[in-house]
């Protein structure tokens, strides 16, 4: 051996390196369920462990590696351990860890097929099997991503290449309310306005509802507006919701829409029967996304986006600059044609290393017993006079609550659960989250690691379902609804003009204090309409909410009268509860003036600024929108 570099070892020292940090791993994995699955800690501390300059001379790696299992390790939560049902888990299997620490020890360029042959060949190999486990065809392939995240964004950028090419003001996406944030994200850095994604009602499944989708999408295409893409769910982070896929398959064929389905949770249920039969109708959509690094059990990050014309991916990516032209190649993939990426990580050494290893029954096998165990939850949940599922299960997500004898006080019920999530959290025993389906706080759980057994699920129900009340901390009885910072909505205002009357008799108005109602007061505009004016059209783009200060109101679905409204009356307020990144649901009903009408106009993005500083008037809202929805409007 030659002299060394600056930063290079001789083979001895990286034996001892490697073995050493493999001993360490071996034996945190192995205390993994002897510890809390959660270990919450506060920023100060954090800084006193780590917060510190690089040092100009090196340490002993012993010394280093001490440091990361003192003050790193312990601080991350175990998201394989069998407590772990929040979120959505995640389990590396050992063989995957190996294949990174392959692929990042020879630096393995997945990038260009002459550079990376071997890397690149593994890629297609794996890409082909998700493409077979979905029952897509020959022609379809994709590429490995960083995640979820990334795949619907490479989708959704490929559906517009596809379809239209450079982005434009009247295309229109439809998701549903059950879509996941990275939808609205991917459609904001895309350039999509928030009047040109519609965030459609679900029904009581929490499945997007195809009579509403094909309503919105006449309406904008009378409105001189393009229809580009449909994003449907496999598997809804909320509830493990599947959309309609064969319907919305036909909708998006007969109105020549792309269909992108979100599979990131679910899409690996396909590996086995009862997936497969849940998923049918999945090899209808134009691109899936798929995520590796949840079901298949792969470490992060692990995402993969399909298209069901792998041609589609290159041309919407493919470009090549003079430095690159000596990767051109005929038949070989060059992986950077197909995304945003050019130097790109092995990706497909882990997934086809575990599968190797294990062999697909071993994962077919883990997937089922994941159902399995979700159905045992449910059915005890269903069998429970305490508990109540809030929806159906999906897939291997239960959504539930706790719902004492005679407790009927909707507030209440939310304290109590979101206390019951930090009860079960406290145990260090299990981590389980809550979310929001309807208005009510769901206690959720999402049950997918091979280490989880039927013991970890009932001792959590158990938590959930004899904690006694009086030892839960209800704090102040307002629940924790997700506060926005103003400034990631600023920019999507419109500014509306002032108007000061007194209002303290609207129930919003006198459910806040003083201030905020003076706030919300200077920034609201004053609109009068005539009878057989139109307030609110049906699939309006608009996310204003209305206060009606005089005069009588008709919600009409189609022409038919769904209700009234009149004077202190709040209405439009689903469409300005914020679903996210600006976005808000759209309008199922039109609203008419049936006399001479006053209303105030709010902007979403002024009332929810002040309903975060006022619970009362905040709860207010949400018991309105949450009873609107439950009438399916
Ligand atoms: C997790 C998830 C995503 C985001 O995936 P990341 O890998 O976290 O980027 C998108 N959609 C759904 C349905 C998900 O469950």
């Not at 904008?220 to 449909?230: E, H, K, M, Q, S």
């Not at 509306?496 to 129930?507: E, K």
Request: charged share 20%.
């Amino acid at each position: 051996m030659g002299e060394q570099g600056p930063l290079q070892f001789d083979p001895e020292a990286m034996r001892d390196i490697g073995h050493r940090t493999v001993d360490a791993l071996v034996e945190a994995i192995a205390a993994i369920e002897s510890q809390p699955v959660m270990c919450r800690v506060g920023a100060p501390p954090m800084r006193a462990r780590l917060d510190a300059p690089p040092p100009a001379a090196g340490r002993p790696y012993e010394e280093v590696l001490a440091q990361v299992f003192a003050d790193v390790v312990p601080f991350c939560a175990h998201t394989g351990a069998g407590g772990y049902m929040a979120f959505i888990p995640g389990f590396p299997t050992w063989p995957s860890a190996m294949g990174d620490l392959i692929a990042s020890a020879l630096m393995m360029d997945s990038c260009w097929w002459a550079g990376g042959a071997g890397g690149s060949q593994l890629e297609l190999t794996v890409l082909r099997w998700f493409a077979d486990w979905l029952g897509y065809p020959a022609t379809a392939s994709g590429i490995l991503v960083s995640g979820g995240s990334a795949a619907n964004m490479t989708a959704l950028a490929c559906a517009r290449e596809r379809r239209v090419g450079a982005m434009r003001d009247d295309l229109v996406v439809y998701v549903s309310s059950q879509s996941h944030s990275s939808m609205a994200r991917a459609a904001r850095a895309l350039g999509f306005r928030p009047e040109q994604v519609r965030v459609l009602p679900v029904d009581r499944s929490f499945r997007l509802r195809v009579d509403v989708l094909e309503q919105a999408m006449t309406a904008d295409r009378a409105a001189g507006l393009v229809p580009l893409a449909v994003c449907a769910n496999a598997g809804a982070t909320n509830t493990g919701a599947v959309d309609p896929l064969p319907a919305l398959a036909d909708v998006c064929t007969a109105h020549d829409l792309w269909l992108h389905v979100d599979g990131a949770y679910g899409a690996f249920a396909a590996i086995t029967e009862r997936g497969r039969s849940t998923l049918a109708g999945i090899e209808r959509a134009d691109s899936i996304t798929l995520d590796p690094h949840k079901w298949l059990f792969q470490p992060f990050e692990c995402g993969a986006i399909l298209v069901r014309e792998a041609e589609g991916l290159r041309r919407a990516f493919e470009i090549t600059p003079d430095y690159l032209r000596d990767v051109e190649t005929h038949d070989e993939v060059n992986f950077s044609d197909r995304g945003l990426q050019l130097s790109r990580f092995c990706r497909a050494l882990k997934v086809w290393m575990s599968l190797q290893t294990f062999g697909l029954d071993a994962f077919r096998e883990a997937v089922d017993g994941a159902l399995d165990l979700a159905q045992e939850a449910a059915a005890r949940v269903a069998a429970s006079a305490e508990l109540e599922l809030l929806a159906p299960v999906g897939l291997s997500v239960v959504a539930f609550r706790r719902r004492p004898a005679g407790e009927t006080d909707e507030r209440r019920l939310d304290a109590i659960n979101l206390a019951l999530v930090a009860a079960v959290e406290q145990t260090g025993e299990a981590l389980v989250s809550s979310t929001r389906l309807f208005g009510r706080t769901a206690i959720r759980t999402c049950i997918l690691n091979p280490t989880t057994t039927a013991a970890h699920v009932h001792r959590v129900l158990d938590i959930i379902e004899q904690t006694p009340l009086d030892t839960l901390d209800l704090g102040d009885g307002t629940h924790a609804s997700v506060r926005r910072e103003p400034d990631i909505v600023h920019g999507w205002a419109t500014s509306p003009s002032v108007a000061a009357p007194d209002v303290r008799w609207v129930p919003l108005f006198a459910a806040m204090g003083a201030k905020e109602a003076a706030d919300l007061l200077t920034r609201a505009a004053e609109r009068r309409l005539e009878p057989g004016e139109t307030l609110i059209e049906q699939w309006d783009a608009g996310r204003d909410c209305f206060v009606i200060l005089g005069g009588t109101f008709a919600v009409r679905d189609a022409g038919r009268t769904l209700a009234t409204l009149q004077a202190g009356d709040l209405v439009g307020e689903l469409a300005a509860l914020d679903w996210g990144a600006g976005y808000g649901a759209v309008r199922t009903a039109s609203v008419e003036a049936l006399t001479p009408a006053t209303v105030l106009v709010l902007t979403p993005e002024h009332l929810n600024e002040v309903l975060r500083r006022s619970p009362k008037a905040l709860d207010l809202v949400e018991r309105i929108a949450r009873e609107r929805q439950a009438q399916g409007r």
